[in-house]
């Protein structure tokens, strides 16, 4: 006997084929819709953004002053001094410690900085740190070989690619290639598709959260700013910090979520000054500087500044200083509270990422 299921697909498959027989091509109703490949656009944020103020700003009533300074420094040592304690307990009952490792193509002044800072913070815990240095010239299959060796050295447990890559390699690399050579148990940063996944599906959870995003949540949690049922504006949509901040806020079944309401502003929103005004809680990570004036603010709100933008300084020791995407200088005067550029949401990218790796040693090494 057939089954039922069986049968109904048979009888299905029959008379699609004679209805494709009947008809003639052009008669054969196809999609309207585009590839989405076509509107994958590119977020450029174009001058008009950052024009002058279109209302009046509006002193908060929530503080007197200023806004309360949320001291991601602060949070992260506390952080980095309970994962120290892990690594030791690790190092005298097991012999071994976990291991970052970093593939840094070409010589970006900020990419430099980021992985000294990187560098410094395996030092502080105890990790292993390795890193893979390639010319900007190299090739993408330079990139994966690097990443490959790493894959296989045991003594490695956590593996990321230093980014942003140098603009003149950017559009030549694929990136989905590049990420799925990289080992999933390995993928500290979170970028691998299947984390990802994990995470934009309800009940699923992810070997690895992307440190920025996560960072951001921990910020809030311990500063004790309250996150269900407000509405979230996160301003920007990267895969590397606006996506993954998005669904960490937004309503779900995973013990991440944190079941905000939450709107995305990019480059192709219109009038976003007015959805950033409704934000109790607003996440600026479009990488421009100052793009987000006191205007942009609803009295009260809670903002964490994601951007990290080197402007020219001759006064400064290195001839440049860092600015976030909010004008800090008007943020104080609207927001109840604000992390600043540097030393917000950058030392807590770094925390994480060292959290991700320790838990990648303690899977891979069977340690509780």
Known sequence: MIPVRMMRKMVWERSMNKLSRGLSSSQIRKPRSPSLVSLDLIDE????????????????????????IIDGRS?????????????SRMKESIGKVPGLAVILVGQRRDSLAYVRNKIMACHEVGFRFSIAELPESCTEDAVCDALSNYNKDASIHGILVQLPLPQSLEQHFDEGKILNV?????????????????????????????????????????????????????????????????????????????HATVSIVHAYSENPEIIT?????????????????????KPGAVVLDVGINPIEDPESEHGYRLIGDVCFEEAVRIASAVTPVPGGVGPMTVAMLLLNTLEAAKRALCFT
Request: proline share 4%.
């Open 182 to 258: 990289l080992s999933l148990e390995k993928d500290v940063d979170g970028f691998h598709p299947l984390n990802i996944g994990n995470l934009a599906i309800q009940g699923r959870e992810p070997l690895f959260i992307p440190c920025t995003a996560k960072g951001c949540i921990e910020l809030l949690l311990s500063s004790d700013v309250e996150i269900v049922g407000k509405r979230a504006v996160v301003i920007g949509r990267s895969n590397i910090v606006g996506l993954p901040t998005f669904l960490l806020l937004q309503c779900g079944q995973c013990l991440q979520r944190h």
């Open 277 to 297: 005004r409704e934000a109790d809680i607003l996440v600026a990570a479009a990488g421009v500087p100052n793009l987000v004036r006191g205007s942009w603010l």
């Open 45 to 68: 944020w174009s001058s008009t953004f950052t024009r002058s103020h279109s209302h009046p700003i509006q002193k908060s009533t929530a503080n007197n002053d200023t806004a309360r």
């Open 75 to 87: 949070a992260a040592e506390e952080i980095k001094s309970s994962i120290a304690i892990e690594v």
